[in-house]
């Protein structure tokens, strides 16, 4: 297993920074130049998903080189903050090197902390009072967990929060028991075809299925995302069948791509 030699990494780092100073100076490249806060947003998003499905593929060279482009966006919006006088690279690394600091005094300072659940408790504790300072104000529970997270990780989210301070089922039983009511309650929805009673109770459904995946100690948005794998899979076996036979989807029958169904899940 190879080792980071830090000199080479700060190296490195630095050249990639002068590298996007170039790009985004007088004589750089148009569409570097071109570029906003705004615009960069998608490709932020972008670069991260594709990290994520690196990951799940464990696919490690990948994941170098989606690191690195997930590394150029922070470089990227870094330095157009320099370049409107907002904050540089170098504050960027001056608050994460603070916060982690900051955030382990297990580590760092003559904190306690011997399991991983005591650690999160502590992180989680740490970071409202550092909320409350910032506002001046006492902060909510809730209000460090940002509204722009996907629904299914804000869901897990808002809920751990809510279980550390006790407001949650004793075990998961309860939790299927919930997951019950809320099914029987989707029925009466269904029933009376309101459309926005349909959307609350297939939302009350989801995030009783979210705290169900949490007592488990399951995460929910891998959960799902390996299901959606395994449906493309499946799915493009059946695909493949029919195109042998010069037909798509569209042109077989539901229990022909059913049969094929059940060939891809056996292989």
Known sequence: MSTTDPSLAAERFHRLVEIMAQLRGPEGCPWDRQQTFQTIKSYLLEETYEVL????????????????????????????????????????????????????????????ARTPEE???????????????????????????????????????????????????????????????ELAELAVARQQARTDHLTEEIG??????????????VDPEQALRHTNAKFRRRFACVEARLREQGRSPAEASLQEMEAFWQQAKQD
């Open 53 to 112: 499905e690196a990951v799940d593929r464990q696919d490690w060279r990948a994941l170098a080189e989606e690191l690195g482009d997930l590394l150029l966006q922070v470089v990227f919006l870094a330095q157009m903050g320099a370049e409107q006088g907002f904050f540089t690279i170098a504050d960027v690394l001056e608050a994460i090197n603070e916060k982690l600091v900051r955030r382990h005094p297990h580590v760092f300072g003559g904190g306690e």
């Open 119 to 181: 650690v999160k408790r502590r992180w989680d504790q740490i970071k409202t009072e550092e909320r409350r300072d910032q506002a001046g104000k006492e902060a909510g529970l809730l209000d460090s967990v940002p509204r722009a997270l996907p629904a299914l990780v804000e869901a897990y989210q808002i809920s751990a929060r809510a279980a550390a301070v006790g407001f949650d089922w004793e075990n998961a039983d309860q939790v299927l028991e919930k997951l019950h009511e």
């Open 204 to 217: 009350d459904l989801l995030f009783v299925v979210v705290n169900l995946a949490r007592f488990l100690r």
